[in-house]
Nanobody
């Protein structure tokens, strides 16, 4: 059974850092792109960051460029999202996702077939 389990969320102050982790199990994700999405109440789901299946290409939403970093071990059994300089607008539920093998459209939600249950990140204003 495929499972993606996120951890590391919490309540932090603006300017603080958090590192989210996604533990993947149930199959190999060596050839899968991996990504982090987020969704705030009343907002659409947003692709935050993604890592290509080779691990050599990344995607970041404009709103997090320079502040967030996605990384993963090989074979991507664990994927991380390092979040620095957090802002109130980063408040959301963050979801880990694993994609279809060899897919290269990192930003598209349709590329991803397995999803975690989400972890809440709250940055009060």
């Amino acid at each position: 059974q495929v499972q993606l389990v996120e951890s590391g969320g919490g309540l932090v102050q603006a300017g603080d850092s958090l590192r989210l982790a996604c533990a993947a199990s149930g199959r190999t994700f060596r050839t899968s792109p991996m990504a982090w999405f987020r969704q705030a109440p009343g907002n659409e789901r947003e692709t935050v960051a993604a890592l290509s299946w080779r691990g050599d290409t990344t995607y970041y939403a404009d709103s997090v460029k320079g502040r967030f970093t996605i990384s993963g071990d090989n074979p991507k059994s664990t994927v991380y999202l390092q979040m620095n300089s957090l802002k109130p607008e980063d408040t959301a539920v963050y979801y880990c996702a694993a994609g279809r093998p060899y897919y290269s459209d990192l930003a598209a939600a349709a590329s991803y077939v397995y999803w975690g249950q989400g972890t809440q990140v709250t940055v009060p204003s």
